[in-house]
C-alpha cells in the first residue's frame, strides 16, 4: 500500500515537472534575433484597454465591486470607442521615443478585444462598435515601423470552464472543465497569431491566480513557437523563467528590487528583461486617478531600466471613447523630447557594465558607455568604476562639450562644475 502511495505521489510530481517544464525548447535563430532586436529597442507602450474603461475605475473593476458576469458583461453594450484612431495612438508611440507596444487583447473580465471565433464576447460581435481596434493598430503598426505585442490573460473571472475560486486539486480546478479551458486558450492563441502574423510577442498575465494549476505550458508555448518561431514568450508569473519562455517580466519594480512585493520570487534569468509601470496607480482608465508621475521619474525609470539591462514598458489606460487622455499624452511626449537629444544612450545599450551607483547608472554601447548622472552630488563629481579600460574623452551628450576627467587606477573622475542640477539626466559620453 505504501509503495503504490508512494509511486503515486512519484508519477504526479514527474507529470507535474513535464506539464510545466519542457526543458527541450532551443529558441529558433529567428527568435534570438528577434530578442537581441527587443533589448535594443529598449522603451515600449503598455496598453490596458477593454470594456471596464466604461465605469472609469480600473480594469479589475468586475472584481473589487463584485460585479458578476451576467451584469458585467452588459458593458459590452455601452462600449463605443468611435474616437479611436490607430495611426494616433502609434504615432503618439513613436513621438514618445517607443519602439513597440504592448495592448491587452484580453483581460482578467474575459471580454476578447479582437475579433474571435472562440467567444461570442468580443469587441465585433458584442459591442455597437463592431470593428477590430486590434486589426488597424496591427496594419498600422507595421506601417510605422513599431512592433506589436499582445497581452494575454490567463486568468478568467466569469468563464464557466475556467470556474473562478474553484479549488485546485491534481492540478485542475475541481469545478468546470479545465481540459476545455486549456483549449479555449489554444484557439484563441493560434487567432491571434495566425490573422496578425506581424505581431512580435505574447504578454502571458494572471499565472498567479492558480499556483497548483497545470496551465499545460508546454503544450501552449509549443504551439506559439510552432506558429511563429520568432514569437517571443514572456509571462508575468513573478517568478523566475521558465522553460520556454523568451523574456522575463517584472512589475512596477526594477528587475532586482521589490518595492511592489510582486518580485519575490522572480529570481533574475539570462533571457532579456522587461519591467512595466503605470502612469499614475492604474493600468486601466480611471477617471479619479491623479496620482501622474512626473516626466523625471519616468525619465529615471526608464534610464535605470536600462542601465539594469531591461526594457520599460509604460502604461496608458485609453478612455472609452478611444482617446488616451491628455496627462499621459502630454507627459509621453515630454520624455519625446528628451529621447531626441538622448536616445542613442539608450537604445541599443546594454546595461550591467558597472553596477547602479548612488548617483546613476550606465548602458553601454561597443567602444563607447554613456553615464547617467542622475542625482548631481553636491561636490560635482562622480566617479565610474571602468576598471582596466583607457577612457580617452568625456563629453556631455547635450551640445557635446568635452568634460575634465581623471583616471586613478580602476576609477574615473568626472568633473561635473558646469552641469546643472536641474538635469533630468546628465549624460556624459565615455569613449574607451
Ligand atoms: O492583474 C493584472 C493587472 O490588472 C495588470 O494587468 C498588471 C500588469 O502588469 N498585471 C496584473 C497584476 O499582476
Redo the contacts with the bound molecule.
Sequence with gaps: MKRNVLIIVLLLFVFKANAQQSSSYVPSPSNLKAREKFMDMKFGLFI?WGIYSVLGDG??IMHTRKIPYYNYRRLANFFNPQEFNAKEWVALAKNSGMKYITITSR??DGFSMFNTKASPYNIVDATPYKKDPLKELADECVKEGIELRF?YSLLDWGREDYSFGSKIVNGKPVKGDWDSYINFMKTQLTELITNYPSIKGIWF??D?ERKDVNWHYDEIYALIHKLNPEIMIGN?HHLAPKAGEDFQLF?KDLPGNNTAG?SAGAKIGTIPLET?ETMNGS??FNINDRSYKSVKQLVHYLVNAAGRDANFLLNVGPMPNGKIQPEFSDTLLKIGDWMKVNSESIYGTRGNVVAAQLWGVVTAKEKIWYTHVLTLPDNKTVTVPVGNKKVRSATLLDGNRKLKFKQDKGDLTINLETASAESLDTVVKLTF
Design positions: 490596458h480594469e479589475w483581460h482578467h497581452y498575465d494572471g498567479w508575468n512589475e510582486f512595466c493600468w486601466g
